[in-house]
């Protein structure tokens, strides 16, 4: 079983299209995470949600809108694509927001924009 | 935030031992050492984390000296699968998150 699903894996998709990624944890983990792999492979966090709450936002269009249902899912909606928003998005997961420990990441979505 | 500086790539061949620096001269007394591996089309997967001295595991050993301001992430015997970026992180023991550099990109060839 994968501990931290993303989905979909591959996404190429119209500017100003809306589109959704999909995340899944089965750690029983209460911290979920989304970060952003640009072309320079520079990792940036995104977003933190603990148990459904959020409590990280970085510098984000508002574009971007997470929606975390319960503790062990975590989606991201993005709005009015842009080309800019073409990069791997990786979903992750740890304990609690002070387990740095151990972090586990998705094996990401690879979002093109055209 | 300490911030890191490791090297942008390395090169090995399969049995050699690597030992990837990474300096961090502005670390904090309640901040710790991880280190992450990517491979390609895959997320950063944990490797190792240390405070201090000496810490090994199945995987690497890290080397982290009194002053704090450096480590070494040391690989045995690396074999064509290690090649991966590996990402030298300093983390605060307090409520934070994963902050990634730029990562060293090492080449093991046959």
């Known amino acids: 079983d994968t501990a931290v699903s993303q989905t979909p894996k591959y996404l190429v998709t119209q500017m100003g299209n809306d589109k959704s990624i999909k995340c899944e944890q089965n750690?029983?983990?209460?911290?979920m995470y989304w970060y952003k792999q640009d072309s320079k492979k520079f990792l940036k966090i995104m977003f933190s949600?603990?148990?459904?709450?959020?409590?990280i936002n970085e510098t984000v269009p508002n574009r971007f809108s997470p929606k975390s249902p319960d503790k062990a899912h975590l989606n991201l909606h993005i709005n009015s694509l842009e080309l800019g928003d073409s990069a791997v998005y990786f979903c992750?997961?740890?304990?609690?927001?002070?387990?740095?420990?151990?972090?586990?990441f998705g094996s990401g979505t690879r979002l093109t924009v055209v | 935030l300490a911030k890191t500086t490791q090297p942008i790539s390395m090169d090995s061949y399969e049995g050699q031992e690597v030992n990837i620096t990474c300096s961090h001269n502005n670390i904090a007394t309640n901040d710790y050492i991880t280190w992450y591996q990517q491979f390609p089309s895959q997320g950063p997967r944990f490797i190792i984390q240390?405070?201090?001295t000496k810490v090994t595991n199945e995987v690497a050993s890290l080397f982290i000296p009194a002053d704090r301001k450096s480590s070494t992430l040391s690989l045995p015997r690396v074999s064509l699968s290690d090649t991966a970026v590996y990402y030298c992180l300093v983390v605060s023991s307090g409520y934070s998150t994963l902050t990634f550099g730029k990562g060293t990109m090492l080449l093991v060839s046959p």
């Open positions: 992750a997961s740890s304990q609690d927001p002070t387990d740095f420990y151990g972090y586990t």
């Open positions: 949600y603990n148990n459904k709450e959020l409590i």
């Open positions: 750690l029983g983990h209460d911290t």
């Open positions: 240390g405070y201090k």
